[in-house]
């Protein structure tokens, strides 16, 4: 009888033990579970984060540089009639090819007129001194055209009579007015090229004279 009683106790405690044993594999079964299953939750989010992902940004552009760029071609074509123009005063002078020269002369006005009308159809507005600049390009290429059409009309007084003397160009109102539309111009494109010179350094442009504007 008494080893009976002794062994229901033992019995008992082995199904305690094998009890606790089931509960703590279940909880660890059950703990691996919702290991994987939150390992799961967390796959589909990795897998859709880059079409939620904001794109890549592009490499940004310089509006001022771009619109420096275009100022430079044009500036690029101020200087063009320069050397015609000298030719074409130098013919006056000596009394030379005048019906030549005052067309030269003409066409150079004219080529001046077209800077002008360039120059306002571009933007310019993120330039540094951008009004101070626009400013002194418009005066500088309006009096050099008024010079060229001064220059013009003394050659066509020159062709007249008594328009030269001993081989030079007698000097008359429109050679006046077109040596002081000359110096205004000279003035303006030393303004003008101290300001687009800055601009043309800070964007790796070319640089420009007064004479080549």
Known sequence: GGRTGSRVPLLAAVGVGIAVLG?????????????????????????????SAPPSPTPSVDPAREQAVELDKLLAH???????????????????????????????????????????????DKLPDHQALTTALTKAWRASEAADNHYAAWADQTAGKRGCKKGQARTTGQTRAGNRASGTA????????????????????????????
């Open 78 to 124: 101020s200087g063009e009639s320069r050397t015609t123009v000298i030719n074409a005063v130098n013919d006056v002078k000596s009394c030379k090819d005048l019906a030549k020269a005052a067309k030269d002369l003409r066409d150079a006005a004219g080529q001046r007129n077209q800077l002008v009308t360039d120059l306002s159809e571009l933007s310019v």
């Open 186 to 213: 000279t003035v303006e494109k030393g303004k003008a090229a101290r300001l687009w010179n800055a601009i043309a350094k800070q964007y790796g442009l070319t640089e420009r004279q007064p004479t080549q504007l």
């Open 23 to 51: 509960v703590g594999a279940g909880a660890l079964l059950g703990g691996g579970g919702d290991s994987d299953d939150k390992g799961g939750d967390n796959q589909p989010v990795s897998a859709t984060a880059p079409s």
